[in-house]
């Protein structure tokens, strides 16, 4: 049961409609799809030839293609995820009674993503309408956070995130704003290198609530120790998820790959290219930190 969950306020409303503000707890996830700035910039001005035409297109196709992969992964996926009446994986995280409770209440209440450019934003409030935790919901977006990472970089695509738990307002359907969302930024900003930090309020919440005992959260021990969805540890290895085997040997491999790549390409920097040099340094040190990660698990 959720209590206290949502305060209704009629000194805010909304500029639109005049209507009171609601302001909740919400549930959010910020997912930024890395190295867009790169491959854009050969598209920052009109071609004038047709090789810049050619170049042109190519670069603005490469990037387009990744963003739109990236939305449409989304979509189908919580499409799926929300139209499925039993999800996999949902009774293990739940246990035997907060399942069949979970069922009886229905469908996830009020679910949104926002998509700016190369960036994603998934919400929706702790509680349902029925005053009941959305435990379905929160399994959803972990799942999604663990399906994610190791997906797009078996294809070559850096993706990094957060989630987090937190009071919120929608000041227009769909148009989330409060300091859930500033945390979730600021946390995904703050990830550095392809991973998805969990923030202290979801991670407490779960941990102290959740009826089962957890698999998804545990620290960064290769990096820094913070909380992160830890989708190559023991939920690549929960029953069901053997088909990430073969995802996270292909993304371990990427990791490598970059990380050679971009070690050789520093060296070959002359001393007047500082602000480059810098940029690789930074791409060095990302993927020997995912290197890392990938490593640590994987030989488990």
């Not at 005053?131 to 399994?139: E, F, R, S």
């Not at 937190?166 to 969302?181: F, N, Q, T």
């Not at 998820?241 to 073969?246: E, I, Q, R, T, V």
């Amino acid at each position: 049961m959720v209590s206290n969950n949502r305060h209704t306020s009629p000194e805010a409303q909304t500029p639109e409609a005049g209507q009171p503000l609601s302001f909740e707890y919400y549930v959010a996830g910020c997912f930024d799809l890395l190295g867009q700035e790169d491959r854009l910039r050969d598209v920052r001005s009109l071609p004038s030839s047709e090789e810049e035409e050619h170049r042109f297109m190519a670069a603005f196709r490469d990037t387009v293609d990744a963003v739109c992969g990236f939305r449409q992964w989304f979509n189908e996926y919580f499409s799926r995820y929300i139209d499925t009446p039993c999800p996999p994986q949902l009774e293990q995280f739940l246990g035997p009674s907060q399942f069949k409770e979970t069922l009886e209440v229905g469908q996830i209440d009020r679910m949104k993503l926002q998509a700016f450019s190369d960036t994603i934003i998934v919400f929706f409030p702790l509680g349902n309408s029925f005053k009941k935790v959305q435990w379905g919901a929160i399994h959803a977006v972990l799942c999604a956070c663990a399906l994610l990472i190791p997906e797009f970089l078996a294809k070559g695509i850096p993706i990094r995130g957060a989630v987090e738990l937190g009071l919120g307002v929608e000041i227009s359907d769909g148009d989330l704003y409060g300091a859930v969302l500033s945390e979730t930024v600021r946390l995904e900003k703050n990830a550095g290198y392809p991973r998805i930090l969990a923030g202290k309020a979801l991670v407490d919440f779960v941990r102290n609530n959740a009826p089962a005992p957890q698999y998804w959260f545990e620290k960064d021990d290769t990096c820094d120790d913070r909380f992160i969805v830890d989708y190559a540890g023991k939920f690549s290895r929960q029953p069901g998820n053997a088909f990430l085997k073969g995802a996270l040997t292909k993304a371990q491999q990427y990791a490598h790959t970059e990380l050679a790549r971009h070690k050789q390409e520093l060296g070959r920097f002359a001393p007047d290219e500082l602000d480059r040099s810098k940029k690789k340094e930074k791409l060095v040190d990302y993927y020997q930190k995912l290197t890392r990660y990938l490593d640590s698990r994987l030989c488990k």
